[in-house]
């Protein structure tokens, strides 16, 4: 059983369109995440869901929209997709702060705009 | 913020080799610690963490880490790698419920 699991692995698209990324996770973890890594892959993290509600949202264009329908599932729309959006995309999970657990990362999204 | 430097960016070593990379975070009180791993094409996957009791970790793979509080360090050491330890490792605090990470060593064993 896959414990964090994004879809689609790949997705190659042109500028201008819309793009969405849906991650599920089984462990019954309360928090969500998506983090992007760039081309150098320096990994920063873009926003956070706790049970449904969002907690952290970095500077990131508003072109991207983060949507948790249950405390399972964290899925990333992406508006009027650049070329600098370029880049892999993780999900990931974990259980509430000071559990003393890790981060479950998902497989990734290779995300290309070309 | 919390920040969190990598010095090595890219490690080159042969099989049965010491290894020790570097990570150093920006500043104290109580932190909590990780080194993941991402091999070629593959997701992060948690090698060990750090959040209080014994300052040395042993994780997984025989890789441990050691925890100084003087020297805002966590060290990840192997004594002797093997080829399959070729990846990219990264160090990584936690702050406020999210993750920061460093830029990452991209570690390559030669047999």
């Known amino acids: 059983d896959t414990a964090v699991s994004q879809t689609p692995k790949y997705l190659v698209t042109q500028m201008g369109n819309d793009k969405s990324i849906k991650c599920e996770q089984n462990?019954?973890?309360?928090?969500m995440y998506w983090y992007k890594q760039d081309s150098k892959k320096f990994l920063k993290i873009m926003f956070s869901y706790n049970n449904k509600e969002l907690i952290i949202n970095e500077t990131v264009p508003n072109r991207f929209s983060p949507k948790s329908p249950d405390k399972a599932h964290l899925n990333l729309h992406i508006n009027s997709l650049e070329l600098g959006d370029s880049a892999v995309y993780f999900c990931?999970?974990?259980?509430?702060?000071?559990?003393?657990?890790?981060?479950?990362f998902g497989s990734g999204t290779r995300l290309t705009v070309v | 913020a919390q920040s969190v430097s990598q010095h090595n960016h890219h490690v080159i070593l042969s099989e049965a080799a010491s290894l020790e990379l570097g990570c150093n975070y920006s500043y104290g009180g109580t932190v909590n610690l990780f080194w993941y791993v991402q091999y070629p094409g593959q997701h992060l996957q948690l090698l060990l963490k750090y959040f209080s009791g014994d300052p040395l970790v042993k994780g997984i793979k025989g890789f441990e880490a050691e925890f100084i509080k003087s020297k805002f360090s966590f060290n990840l050491r192997k004594p002797s790698v093997q080829w399959s330890d070729t990846a990219e490792y990264f160090c990584?605090?936690?702050?406020?419920?999210?993750?920061?990470f460093g830029t990452g060593t991209r570690l390559q064993v030669f047999p």
């Open positions: 990931a999970s974990s259980q509430v702060l000071g559990t003393g657990g890790g981060y479950t």
């Open positions: 990584a605090v936690k702050e406020a419920d999210k993750l920061i």
């Open positions: 462990l019954g973890h309360d928090t």
